[in-house]
């Protein structure tokens, strides 16, 4: 029996247009060269030229990005103060190590049209055709097809979006971690603004995010290769930069597969 490991994370990447403006990416790069003037600030008379190889220094980047930019891990504290019917939400330094290891179970949802919003009944039904049962500490990966098109504008209204009901029933069998290669765990915000403009139904904003209030969990957004995994029999793991209070943190998600 052979093993692979399955990257699951998006690249971080300069001005990609696939998040709103106020979040894409910046990164500058500090070449070699660059860094060889830098390393001077630290070495007093080194004549880079002579004293370094090849005349070269340190690379380095220095980045402007949201903790919600890339793969990340969602905290409690980022849909509500509250969580658990009351108790304080955890931000991403207070997030059990053990919830971010654990089975992983995809559910194929690439079926449903852009917007779609996951039932319970979903669930249920894509779990009985994979004929496997949730149980406790299982993560459960949402695959919508809307990683193919990251890098691009039309990546934020890609992809079905996990309703409340969905999210709670997946969350009652001791789920505390779930994911989705979209840009939301939600369905995509301008598609819910404008059936909220035409309905009023205030209930259908951010519902996924809002469940965490009744039963606090950690979800996983713009994952990839989510295709590149059987339906369950893996190891997930999405353990979370340490950001002190922080809404989310960076993960590398990576999937452990036993074949």
Known sequence: MGRRFVDLSITIEDGLPSDPPAMVPRI?????????ASMAEFFPG???????????????EMLTLSTHSG????????????????KQSLT???????????????LDFRHFPDGYRVTAADVEEALRKMDYRLKEGDIVLVMTGADKYWGKPEYLVK???????????????????????????????????????????SSLIWEGHFASIERGYCHIEK????DQLPPHGFTFFCFPVKIKKASAGWIRAVALVED
């Open 159 to 201: 992809g079905c979006g996990m309703g409340r009901e969905a999210t709670l029933w997946i969350l009652e069998h001791g789920v505390r971690v779930t994911g989705t290669d979209a840009w939301s765990w939600d369905r995509p915000l301008p598609l819910i603004a404008k059936d909220f403009q035409e309905t009023g139904d």
């Open 92 to 106: 991403i330094d207070e997030v059990p190590l053990e919830w971010c290891m654990g089975p992983g179970v995809v």
């Open 223 to 226: 994952l990839t290769n989510l």
């Open 71 to 86: 793969t990340h891990l969602d905290a409690p504290w980022h849909y509500h103060p509250t969580m658990d019917g009351g």
């Open 28 to 36: 500058m790069y500090m070449d070699h060269q660059a860094g060889a």
């Open 46 to 60: 080194i004549d880079p030229q002579k004293d370094l190889p090849g005349g070269l220094g340190w690379a380095m």
